[in-house]
């Protein structure tokens, strides 16, 4: 699809803030009993809630800082875990420091979330510093000086801000790495050498001075509610199932379609 930036950024923009209050969601399956499983799409019931997972991070100084997140796994209060990544995706997080990213949205029975645990992959980072002047390749090591590899961390909530999946209802989980406060840049070496103690902030509110950008294929629209739904891709995958979102319009929507802005009714009627 031509990069929905057909302009679904500029849509999604205008009804971030409603979004978590009137999203009808046609999310990621789970399954009950000690682990779910949100591998196979399903779609949502009156029994189930639904979690959006947006990824962002801090400003910091790299061009690039291309890394595969492996998977997201959630545990739940009393034990049991949901697997909230459908497929590995390789994220820039330097380009997430104005935004968030939406990347997935998984329908799961109800229940209390206390942490997880996110693994990333370092054997085919692209990280990139400038140099001299230059844009330059580094080389990612860990502390203790030998190359990374995969890196699990643990996503801690604190027990007054644990999330809670609701029936009938969405929450959002917005995961935020910081690279300049993990990582230390050594430029005086050639190549740069860059020292990484990856962590990451969890939060169960979102970032309300960031924008929320939303990606993926058309699937239809409805004239009449106003809605038009969307089959979840992250920024940097072209392919795969991470969930469906229907996103409410207001008319003070604005859209931007092959390059011409139009609000409300009007741009409607050209995205559908």
Known sequence: MDTFSRRIGAAARAVWLAALAALALAGCGSSSGSS?????PTTPSASTGTLLISVTDADGDFVSYSVDVLSVTLQRRGGGTVEVLPATTRIDFAQLTDLSDLLSVATLAPGDIVGG??????????????????VVR????GTNGAPLGVVELDVQLAEREHLVVTRGRA???ALDFDLAASN?????????????????????EPVTDKELRLRG????TDTQAGTYTVDVRPWFRPDGNHGGVTIHTTPSSAFEIDGVTAPGSAGFAALA
Request: glycine residues 4%.
């Open 217 to 220: 294929a058309l699937v239809s």
């Open 36 to 40: 779910d499983s949100a591998e196979n």
């Open 171 to 173: 929450a959002l989980l």
């Open 184 to 204: 230390d840049v050594d430029v005086a070496q050639s190549p740069p050498v860059v020292t990484a103690r990856p962590y990451v902030v969890a939060e169960v």
């Open 117 to 134: 645990k996110i693994r990333l992959d370092y054997g085919n980072a692209e990280i990139f510093v400038e140099q001299n002047g230059q």
């Open 138 to 141: 580094a080389n990612a090591i």
